[in-house]
């Protein structure tokens, strides 16, 4: 049974329910289109409230994106078991669920938005992109690349980036083709130019099993010359 007294949050519970407010509202919209006003009324607290806690929209924004981020360099935390390409499917489907739960906001940030360009957002962006390259290279087996593979797995990252924003324009394509397609072009884009890299690749699916996103790719290609 409820008193309706309402309990008085400390400083850093209160912050922390605000960035998880405003991540809400700017995950169902465009961060822009989002007031401080409406904020406040989420979160039920004045708007000079949030005034104490953040100087400005943009300071929470920055906040709530540095959580995204934290979120989202996570999806690709993966353990070194089973096949490649599984291992590969399963981040992806991961990042695809907080685009898909995040939209308005991914789009925003990738795309511009309140926050875009200052140096703290883009330290945030940069650092999800390093943690992915990272635990890509760390699924490899390879810790000093190679130029050309350091270009490839980066190059990889910008496509799923790029890919999650298209998907997100209507959703046209069925989620599921989308993950097992851009597992199909890390593929690609490892083995197309670089002879080295392609043996890496070969070594790395020896123990794709016939039902793995590996080996779909390789009996399409088949498919395709016969």
């Known amino acids: 049974m409820t ?20 991540l809400e509202l700017f995950s169902q919209r465009s961060p822009d289109d989002v ?7 989420a979160a039920g607290i004045s708007r000079p409230l949030v005034y104490h806690y953040f100087p400005g929209k943009l300071s929470l924004y920055e906040a709530a994106l540095r959580r995204a981020a934290q979120d989202l360099a996570g999806r690709f935390d993966e ?16 990042f695809f669920d ?29 650092s999800v992109r390093q943690a992915a390259y990272e635990q890509i290279l760390s699924h490899l087996g390879v810790q000093d690349p190679p130029a050309r593979l350091e270009l490839v797995v980066r190059s990889w990252i910008s496509l799923a980036e790029s890919t999650a924003l298209i998907w997100l324009d209507g959703r ?13 072009d890390f593929a690609a884009l490892a083995a197309a130019y670089d002879e080295e890299m392609g043996a890496l ?23 395709l010359d016969s």
């Open 79 to 94: 353990p070194r078991e089973g096949p490649l390409g599984a291992r590969l499917l399963r981040v992806m489907r991961r």
């Open 3 to 22: 008193t309706g007294v309402r309990r008085r949050m400390g400083v850093e519970e209160r912050r922390q329910q605000l960035i998880g407010v405003a």
């Open 35 to 41: 007031s401080i006003d409406e904020i406040a009324s």
């Open 98 to 126: 907080f685009v898909d739960d995040h939209g308005p906001g991914f789009a925003a940030l990738m795309r511009g938005g309140p926050a875009v360009g200052s140096s703290a957002t883009n330290a945030l962006i940069d």
């Open 172 to 184: 046209r394509i069925p989620r599921a083709e989308l993950e097992a397609q851009l597992v199909h």
């Open 201 to 223: 690749l070969r070594r790395m699916i020896e123990d794709e099993p016939a039902d793995g996103p590996f080996a779909h790719l390789v009996g399409r290609l088949i498919a």
